[in-house]
């Protein structure tokens, strides 16, 4: 049964965020936008990463992806460190929510933001070129894993960083770069053998491949494997944010 | 053990460590369901460490703690439901006004449709007129009633404070004790622990006082005040050049004038005043102190350093 203190904490997580929805929801749409029109424009004629496939409408899919992994990303980790920092962490930390229950609220409150501004960028898109979705399962599928991933990834870092000096590097020295570093905006068939390589090392590139899969039925890897190492990655890191939940780690003395 | 036999907090054998520091040393208390008890110690004596510990903030190094008869680590679930909390530390959560606040707090307790007792509580606190204000927008002394109010939302059966009076106006103290009153009138356990000792006095029935992680005295609020302190018949005095050896046989001291005689019973004062006019003083003056608190504290304090 689903209990009301988890209803609660997901619901305050949400609307946490839809109250400063300037910042959280139409400031990150307002950037992929930017990228669509700069990237596209540029690059449009000169690439074409997928047989019968435009630029533009390859890098939709990218940064949809891109847009519900930051987001989902920064909506856990941030309320957790301005929580800790402002103190007010502990309204939730006294009453009696199991840590499983804190776990799904900030992680599905974080897919929620994702889901919601990976949607405003889709919509934005379509100004630009209609792309279809030829398998919706499996877009869906690696959207909400994505966001579950980063939610969770924010989870653990939101409790690690004790300054957001901290939790800054994590985002710009860890997250930043994989996610630039996935293939948004390039397929990795362009680059060489050696950073192709590299790049399967890279969780961040299964996802949006993934999911373009499920956008074009054409990706460089196979959907199946995409899935296994990120569902795999979900559960890795389920298990490191429920076992330092259940600790305490640096939430209960 | 009945239910109104068991504790309402159970402290046994408290011990937490941080690094080198032994912030609880030991620490043994019961307290009993209905009392107003008060928790006293220095700066840095345990008492925020024990009141963490209690509500499930932090993790003793070896020790329990049970609430209503529910271990706070084993059972912190019905621990948790039945302890409010009022932090030392004036927090609040930006994004949200005092009425959204106080529902997210109610349903964190499993609670909904908890707007007849938000109303109420925020009567009693004088907030129904911020009930709509963001939690920015406040007052420091309407944030730390919504803290109060935070605290209360599901009606628990024993209520910490810890120091919720510091740096508050008069007007407010008198409401938020008027409040607090009244609940334990109604059968809640109050814990309160406050640097501002006539607050405890007025207050407390039972005290404990802490130092350096160990509880160095327990007991009503008028045996502490009679174990270790006493009255003292003061006076202002003529035509003593010196402390009479008489007078100095019952503990007196004279500064100038002054004259200061302590003294067990008031039924003494009779016998001391002749020994005073027998001494050859005259009695311009006359004072009787009682034993406060904040004696009580510092020679229980002073005895247990040394």
Known sequence: MISVAFRTLLYKEMLRFWKVSFQTVAAPVLTSVLYLMIFGHVLEGRLQPFEGVSYTSFLIPGLVMMSVLQNAFANSSSSLIQSKINGNIIFVLLPPISYREFYAAYVLAAIVRGVVVGLGVWLASLIFTWTGVAHPLWALTFVLLGGAILGTLGVVAGIWADKFDQLGAFQNFLIMPLTMLSGVFYSIHSLPAFWQQISHLNPFFFMIDGFRYGVFGQSDASPWLSLAIVGGAWLVLTALSLQMLRRGYKLRG | ?306
């Not at chain 2, 209520?159 to 609940?183: S, Y």
Request: hydrophobic fraction near 50%; include cysteine.
């Open chain 2, 1 to 306: 053990m009945s239910l109104t036999d068991m504790p309402a907090i159970r402290v046994r054998g408290a011990v937490k460590h941080f690094a080198d520091v032994h912030a609880l040393a030991g620490v043994d208390l019961d307290i009993r369901q209905g009392e107003f008890f008060g928790l006293l110690g220095p700066n840095g004596a345990g008492k925020t460490t024990l009141i963490s510990a209690l509500a499930g903030l932090l993790r003793l190094t070896d020790g329990a703690i049970s609430v209503m008869g529910h271990d706070v680590v084993r059972d912190y679930r019905r621990a948790r439901a039945v302890l409010g909390v009022v932090p030392q530390e004036l927090v609040f959560d930006p994004f949200f006004s005092v009425r959204e606040l106080l529902r997210i707090q109610s349903g964190y307790f499993g609670i909904r449709g908890n707007d007849d007792w938000i109303d109420e509580l925020l009567a009693s606190l004088d907030l129904t007129a911020k009930a709509d204000t963001n939690m920015r927008q406040l007052s420091g002394g309407m944030k730390r009633r919504v803290l109060v109010a935070q605290a209360l939302v599901h009606k628990p059966p024993v209520i910490v404070l810890d120091e919720p009076t510091a740096g508050v106006d008069v007007e407010l103290r008198q409401t938020l004790w008027a409040f607090i009153r009244k609940l334990n009138e109604a059968g809640h356990t109050i814990v309160l622990t406050t640097h501002y000792l006539e607050e405890a006095e007025a207050l407390c029935g039972r005290i404990a006082m802490l130092k350096a992680g160990r509880v160095v005295a327990l007991d009503s609020t008028p045996n502490i005040l009679g174990r270790v302190s006493h009255h003292a018949l003061k006076l202002r005095v003529a035509g003593l050049s010196g402390l009479p050896a008489a007078l100095a046989a019952l503990g007196a001291v004279l500064q100038a004038d002054s004259l200061e005689i302590p003294f067990a019973s008031h039924s003494q004062l009779e016998g001391l005043l002749a020994a005073v006019r027998e001494a050859g003083a005259e009695v311009l003056e006359v004072e009787i102190a009682t034993p406060d608190l904040e004696q009580a504290f510092v020679q229980i304090m002073q005895g247990a350093s040394s």
